[in-house]
């Protein structure tokens, strides 16, 4: 592609950005570079020490072109230096964890995140001499409180996984590089149409692609994206040697979804709008949690942090278990499974005793007041997904009548 | 070990696990052929007493679930996949005439349609009359032996849209089969079949999959009609692969979001460029001057006009030349209907094949880019074509 020279929109840039037609026969479309290594000149390197910004390709865990077309969309949506595309959501995770923490460090992580984030930060990360506390993120106080000396990083999620509850990034961003530490941001929620985190102050963006920006439900992918210097170095250590790196073929499924990914989340948070407010006004439904709604206890913070409202949203229902059944068994469009940010509607039910439990260890009556305010005994997330508003109502509203 | 290296190699894994749970995604069965347990099976799925399938020549699961979903959203009976909008337009047509039939064509069409129905069907005795179906009455060119009457529903490139409702009673009233290719409008902006029309056949390769990667044709029409093409397809054999199969149907996921930002970007787009001085006449049946705009309002969905509009140049050939080198991410590509904006040059690449003569015809000057307007922020496309005409 030519050198844009005027500054782009968000659909242009999920479209153009990265990509260029294939030099040598002129393809439009993104060529899938389906091949682990590259033919290199007599003096290739053999080391990843000697790794130059502009090397030719070598080796497919280091880099390569299908991979790097997709790294190069993100950056531009998220509007950072750089990007590193991973074989998922959690190797995105692992690797800006290590990358940024040694034995003797100390980080901030949310209490309350994706749980697979959450079991790693409870024992595995422990386990490395790496201390962790587990805060309310939502609470400035609480993060100023469990500052340390050796605080090198603080780790939230905002709309979080699954309370929808969210943390504001400038004011976080501020703490952080008050002490010398760093923000990293799970904006995998949000996406870039919503919020750019890296704007508000954040250092590292994490996305977990296999949600929204993929969109469709086919390929599992994540991303951390930054500045260039830190991502060149977090690339020579913890990318390339953890080795999660992503298959070109599902990177080329991922830069497909991105080119409908603005278009999509307008879809998203119009159909999560209507459908909260026909949940809000339903009988059965005792909360509905939706940041676009007033009813969201942080509405002002996600009017000024988002500029649109995703389409996630949790509500609550007496007997939530007994609930969760009858769902499962008689919904005809919206599928019961986990997972989220698909095409599909996708909603499932999540017990608070049973997450307090195995992901969730509050430590203080401040966090488990918080969790209660958004969650009570138990919510349905529901990734609201691109079907016809008034259908999903319609599922919802033949399986409410049951209870 | 009862089996040798080898054999567990080659079998091993062929049988899906156990599991009381489905793929949430639709699986691309990437397999030629299908396995039976034994001989009685094999009948019952040959003779369409069980279902299942043989061959992927004959059918495959990811073909199925995308005729699907297009003959729901196109209100039909069934549908055919095949490997290219050629394979679906060409098949639809074979499928309902014999030697010593005649058909009647618009003589404005997707230039690969017209090089098939006058040189292609004249090998098997088939007759055509070339007809104007949108200025002219078409009811004049029947003969006792019309059986078809073939048209698209937005002309390329002009872009003019036929009245199908009058079309269709008009072609009905003399016997005959209409059959319109769809590709330009797709079923989110007009269903012919709701309009009478017998046949819809579509080039997927442009809107339904609409990111550029693949080649594909789609055939909807009643449950007996799609019978008679599907016995002609199995003998000519285009199939299409079931990965491209895939990639279609995960398309039409968002075809509706899709057209909705194509058709509002071109209206745009139209309107600036109609105001340009640079430009001497905008083709876009959503312009109040489109001759068919009234046409267009009455048998388009949703007040939709579609993602592709024609511009003339008023310097002509010197004009379009330059424009299209002055273009920077705006590529001259010759096909349509992807995420990103482009342009093409009809005389020189869908209606190549015809002669000055045809061209004058068809009023298609060497002045005329087609435009096929993507999914980017509309200001962004704009400011590229000031930036482009400009220096002209």
Not at chain 1, 138 to 159: G, H, M, Q, S, W
Not at chain 2, 340 to 357: D, G, I, M, V
Request: hydrophobic share 45%.
């Amino acid at each position: 592609m030519s050198k844009i020279t005027f500054p782009i929109g968000i659909n242009t840039a999920a479209i153009h950005a990265g990509e260029e037609p294939d030099p040598f026969t002129g393809a439009s479309a993104p060529n899938i570079v389906m091949s682990t290594t590259f033919v290199a000149d007599a003096n290739a390197g053999f080391s990843v020490e000697g790794l130059e910004e502009d090397a030719a390709w070598i080796y497919t865990r280091w880099g390569n072109p299908t991979i790097h077309q997709l790294e190069l969309k993100l950056a531009a949506l998220e509007q950072g230096e750089s990007a590193i595309a991973f074989a998922s959501g959690m190797a995105a995770i692992t690797a800006l964890l290590l990358h940024t923490l040694r034995a003797g460090d100390h980080a901030i992580v949310s209490d309350v995140a994706y749980a697979a984030l959450a079991e790693m930060t409870n024992e595995m990360i422990p386990g490395l001499d790496i201390s962790i506390t587990k805060v309310n993120t939502a609470d400035t106080e609480a993060i100023k409180n469990a500052i340390r000396t050796e605080t090198r990083l603080i780790y939230i999620e905002t709309p979080c996984n699954p309370l929808l509850r969210l943390t504001d990034i400038q004011e976080i961003a501020k703490i952080a590089h008050g002490v010398g530490a760093k923000l990293a941001v799970d904006s995998t929620f949000a996406t870039p149409l919503a919020t750019r985190p890296l704007e508000l102050g954040a250092d590292f963006v994490v996305h977990s692609l296999t949600k929204y920006l993929g969109g469709h439900g086919d390929a599992l992918g994540g991303a951390i994206i930054g500045s260039k210097a830190e991502l060149a170095a977090l690339r020579k250590t913890t990318a390339i040697r953890l080795g999660g790196v992503i298959s070109p073929f599902n990177a080329w499924l991922i830069i497909r979804g991105l080119a409908t990914f603005p278009l999509r989340m307008k879809a998203h948070a119009e159909n999560a709008l209507a459908v909260a407010k026909f949940l809000e006004n339903h009988p059965r439904i005792e909360r509905v949690i939706y940041p676009g709604m007033a009813s969201h206890p942080q509405h002002e913070l996600a009017k000024r942090q988002m500029k649109n409202y995703s389409g996630m949203i949790t509500f609550q229902v007496k007997n939530g278990r007994e609930a969760a059944r009858v769902f499962a068994e008689n919904l005809q469009i919206i599928h019961y499974a986990v997972s989220l940010g698909h095409h599909r509607s996708l909603i499932f039910y999540l017990p608070s005793a049973e997450l307090l439990e195995t992901s969730f260890k509050f430590k203080t009556p401040e966090q488990l007041a918080s969790w209660k305010l958004f969650a009570g005994e138990g919510i349905f997330r529901f990734s609201v997904g691109l079907e016809d508003a008034e259908d999903i109502i319609h599922d919802l509203e033949l399986v409410l009548e049951r209870l | 070990m009862d089996k040798s290296f080898a054999s567990r190699l080659i079998h091993l894994g062929e049988k899906n696990p156990e599991s009381v749970s489905r793929t949430k995604s639709l699986p691309i069965a990437m397999t030629s052929v299908f396995v039976f347990d034994d001989v009685e099976t094999l009948d019952q799925v040959y003779e369409g007493e069980a279902n299942g399938y043989i061959y992927t020549r004959n059918g495959n699961p990811v073909h199925d679930a995308l005729a699907e979903i297009m003959f729901n959203i196109e209100e039909g009976g069934d549908a055919l996949v095949y490997s290219s909008g050629m394979a679906a337009i060409s098949l639809s047509i074979i499928s309902q005439v014999k030697a010593g039939d005649h058909i009647i064509a618009a003589n404005v069409l997707y230039g690969g349609s017209f090089q098939f129905i006058k040189t292609e069907l004249a090998r098997f005795n088939i007759e055509v009359t070339f007809v104007d179906p949108i200025n002219d009455d078409i009811t004049p060119y029947f003969r006792p032996n019309t059986r078809v009457v073939y048209v698209e529903t937005i002309s390329n490139p002009l872009m003019e849209v036929i009245d199908l409702e009058k079309i269709a009673q008009v072609t009905h009233r003399h016997g005959a089969k209409l059959i319109v290719d769809n590709t330009f409008a797709t079923p989110v902006i007009c269903q012919p079949l709701l309009l009478g029309a017998d046949i819809v056949a579509y080039s997927a390769t442009k809107y339904l999959c609409g990111h550029s990667d693949v080649t594909a044709g789609i055939v909807v029409a009643d449950k007996d009609t799609i019978k008679k093409i599907y016995s002609s397809g199995l003998l000519y054999g285009p199939t299409l692969s079931p990965f491209d199969a895939w990639l279609v149907v995960r398309s039409l996921r968002t075809l509706e979001l899709r057209l909705i930002q194509h058709s509002n970007n071109a209206l745009k787009l139209a309107q600036y460029l109609e105001t340009h001085p640079k430009i001497s006449t905008v083709y876009y049946p959503g312009l109040p001057s489109s001759p068919t705009f009234e046409v267009a309002q009455r048998i388009f969905n949703n007040n939709l006009f579609g993602g592709m509009l024609s511009i003339d140049l008023a310097d002509g050939e010197r004009g379009a030349y330059e424009l299209l080198r002055n273009l920077e991410t705006i590529k001259f590509v010759p096909s349509l209907a992807g995420v990103s904006t482009s342009t093409s040059y009809p005389a020189k690449t869908s209606h190549r094949s015809l002669n000055e003569e045809e061209l004058r015809k068809a009023n298609i000057s060497k002045g005329l880019i087609r435009i096929s307007s993507g999914l980017e922020n509309v200001d962004d496309i704009i400011q590229e074509f000031e930036k482009a005409l400009a220096k002209i």
